[in-house]
């Protein structure tokens, strides 16, 4: 079964940059279809990103295009989330998800992914 494991959240003031790590054991992340998440406590989880195992296209969702930005290391066996500019609305916990949708066809609903990491939790806070 696919695990996934999310690092490089933490403490970061209203500004500030952070990258999320998204990995994976015992299989090879440039295979999937990968989706970023993110939830705050007592809401649903938001798609923010996803990147396409097919062709690398990547997808967005408005609140934060233009400051955040997906990509694959696939010699690291990574794919990352690299935030800038972040703001105190950004505070939430961050989820990598596989096995799920295609990018561009309702990637950002959360049901339609199956495997899910921990999470990791970024604070925006001066």
């Known amino acids: 079964q696919v695990q996934l494991v999310e690092s490089g959240g933490g403490l970061v003031q209203p500004g500030g940059s952070l990258r999320l790590s998204c990995t994976a054991s015992?299989?090879?992340?440039?295979?999937?279809?990968i989706g970023w998440f993110r939830q705050i406590p007592g809401e649903g989880r938001e798609g923010i990103s996803c990147?396409?195992?097919?062709?690398?296209?990547?997808y967005y969702a408005d609140s934060v295009k233009g400051r955040f930005t997906i990509y694959r290391d696939n010699a690291k066996n990574m794919v990352y989330l690299q935030m800038i500019n972040l703001k105190p609305e950004d505070t939430a916990v961050y989820y990598c998800?596989?096995?799920?949708?295609?990018?561009?066809?309702?990637?950002?609903?959360?049901?339609?992914?199956?495997?899910w990491g921990q999470g990791t939790l970024v604070t925006v806070s001066s």
């Open positions: 998800a596989a096995e799920g949708t295609q990018c561009g066809t309702a990637w950002s609903l959360a049901p339609l992914w199956n495997t």
């Open positions: 990147i396409s195992a097919s062709d690398g296209s990547t």
């Open positions: 015992a299989f090879t992340l440039d295979y999937y279809t």
